[in-house]
């Protein structure tokens, strides 16, 4: 049996806005390990790489990391499917598929995030054919609460594949993913900057729809969108859509998306260059800084982008002190129940904040009361004000998954304050 490191220093999220309160935190090196952990300890949570920036993989009971498992890297060229090791990150996966001529369709922004933390909460990137990370699992498998392990795949009964994709840590740990992969392609950025709002509203689903994956991002102030991203697959269509004739310019260097340092983007000015070096858009080389943000993030129905957008510009003078950047994208439907995009073509609204958790608190609840009226579904990774009655409106099968979660796990040892809360 592992050790479980009952750690001495305050451990804290990535972004330091959460300090654990768990009582240690355990590092089994094998599936049978995992095992042996789940069985005989009451209540434990796991924990990917600390990417979140809610309570969501706290617990008062135990934590378990899945980082030190041997990776794995299956490929199945027949299937078109790769089996990796949970813990293991995006950078990792992707670099490996990279190598041997395959890729995912699609990537978080952040290189450094755990695959199964990326899909327990329906991560995910931009692009209007893109469903989230989780939809592209086929199966996983998982240590459930009496310590076996079970295969979950499309051959499961009740839709049981579409309730474990985004599965918040509550029905059991995940030590294998199988995530359907694609041959590898390439693909080119280019960045303009200040597309007037009046072009933002009048174009917004051509522009979001001109290439593979499109991000815009904003201050809300008279900028407009003050960067267009748009990441181009190279073996398809150029984008059409004029930028420049529309009132933006071309960027004419690299730019962060918060308007910091560039040197930690991924290479834009229409460079062609791999999927797993374009579609994050920080490099997975660069270690990056230990947070000092918080964000916030709300998919609603893409229908909604431009009411929504028009709705939140009014905030400007409330975000100016605290918003880094706000990033518009898009995510196609996903079939996992409790997938933020599930059921409908998504926007994304995401807010980058600094670390000033009570101004946070204030804006975000402006900007619930803003986006409400458009079902606004909070990213379960980041910060949100929104009440367990909320979160079971705008998630209409969030009561099944809580009686699956009971059924699977009658006795609550993968439920920490955060699913108790809202899995009623
Ligand atoms: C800089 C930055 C950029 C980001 N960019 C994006 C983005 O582009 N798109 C987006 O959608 N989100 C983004 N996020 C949010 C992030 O993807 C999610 O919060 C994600 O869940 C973090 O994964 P993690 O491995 O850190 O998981 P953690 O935060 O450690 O845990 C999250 C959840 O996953 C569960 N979990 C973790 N491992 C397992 C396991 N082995 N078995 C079962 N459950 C498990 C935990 O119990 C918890 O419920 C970003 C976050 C940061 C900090």
Redesign the pocket.
């Known amino acids: 049996m592992s050790d479980v490191i009952a750690e001495q220093r305050t451990r804290t999220?990535?972004?330091g806005n959460v300090t654990y309160r768990a009582s240690g935190l355990a590092r089994p090196t094998s599936v049978d390990e995992v095992q042996r952990l789940v069985a005989t300890t009451p209540r434990l949570?796991?924990?990917?790489?600390?990417?979140?920036?809610n309570e969501?993989?706290d617990t008062d009971a135990l934590q378990v990391s899945?980082a030190d498992l041997p990776p794995v890297l299956d490929i199945d060229t027949e299937r078109r499917v790769v089996r990796v090791a949970?813990?293991m990150v995006h950078s990792q996966v992707a670099a490996g598929l990279e190598a041997r001529g395959w890729a995912l369709a699609n990537l978080?922004?952040?290189p450094h995030?755990?695959t199964?933390?990326?899909v327990?909460?329906?991560?995910?990137?931009s692009g209007i054919r893109n469903p989230?990370l989780a939809q592209a699992v086929v199966g996983l498998e998982?240590v459930r609460a009496d310590g076996s392990v079970a295969r979950v795949d499309a051959s499961s009964p009740d839709g049981a594949l579409d309730a474990h994709r985004v599965?918040?840590?509550a029905l059991?740990?995940?030590?294998a993913v199988e995530l359907a992969i694609v041959p590898t392609f390439r693909v080119a950025t280019t960045v303009h900057l200040d597309l007037p709002w009046d072009a933002v509203e009048s174009s917004f689903d051509r522009i979001m729809s001109d290439a593979y994956s499109v991000s815009m991002f904003t201050s809300f102030d008279d900028r407009g969108a003050r960067q267009v991203w748009v990441k181009h697959r190279v073996d398809e269509p150029e984008p059409s859509v004029d930028l420049v004739a529309l009132g933006a310019r071309p960027a004419t260097g690299p730019v962060h998306p918060g308007e910091n340092d560039p040197a930690g983007v991924t290479e834009q000015g229409g460079v062609p260059g791999p999927w797993s070096e374009r579609l994050p858009?920080?490099r997975s080389s660069f270690t990056?800084s230990t947070?000092a943000?918080i964000?916030s993030?709300y998919l609603l129905p893409a229908a909604s982008a431009v009411a929504a957008l028009r709705e939140l510009r009014p905030l400007e003078e409330l975000f100016a002190p605290l918003l880094i950047a706000a990033e518009v994208r898009t995510v196609a439907a996903d079939t996992a129940w409790l997938a933020p995009s599930s059921g409908r073509q998504s926007v994304?609204v995401?807010f980058t904040f600094r670390r000033d958790a009570a101004a946070v608190a204030a804006a975000i609840e402006r900007i619930e009361d803003a986006l409400a009226p458009f079902d606004a579904r909070p990213?379960?990774?980041?910060v949100s004000a929104a009440s367990a009655e909320r979160l079971h409106a705008v998630y209409p099968r969030l009561s099944d998954f809580a009686a699956l979660a009971r059924d699977l796990d009658p006795t609550g040892r993968f439920r920490n304050p955060f699913l108790a809360r809202i899995l009623t």
């Open positions: 999220n990535w972004a949570t796991a924990l990917g790489s600390r990417h979140s920036f969501i993989a899945l949970a813990g978080a922004s952040l995030i755990s199964a933390g990326a327990a909460t329906g991560t995910h990137g989230s998982a599965a918040l840590g059991g740990v995940v030590t858009h920080f990056p947070g943000e964000q993030e994304g995401h990213h379960w990774g980041k």
